[in-house]
């Protein structure tokens, strides 16, 4: 029996997935992450621990990149008002 032929569509999927807030938002990254080293800190086996660790790690990462975000977001916005003003 073959596979039927599945159709993506972005544009119905982009609707269906709106940003939730606090995928910008530094302070929410860094607490779950912090929430993951308490959990790593519980594992039984060193390498559950270290996989919740680079868990961790990893949330530290989106925490910088959502900072970077809002910067350059904050620029963007920056720029635009200069130039209207002029």
Known sequence: MPFPELQYRPEES????????????????????????????????ERTRKLMLKIADDYDDLAVNAATCSIDQLFVRRIINETKES
Do not use: G, K, Y
Not at 14 to 19: F, H
């Open 14 to 45: 982009a609707r269906s997935m709106p940003n939730p807030p606090h995928f910008n938002n530094p302070e929410h990254w860094h607490q779950r992450a912090e929430e993951v080293r308490v959990l790593a800190e519980q594992m039984n086996t």
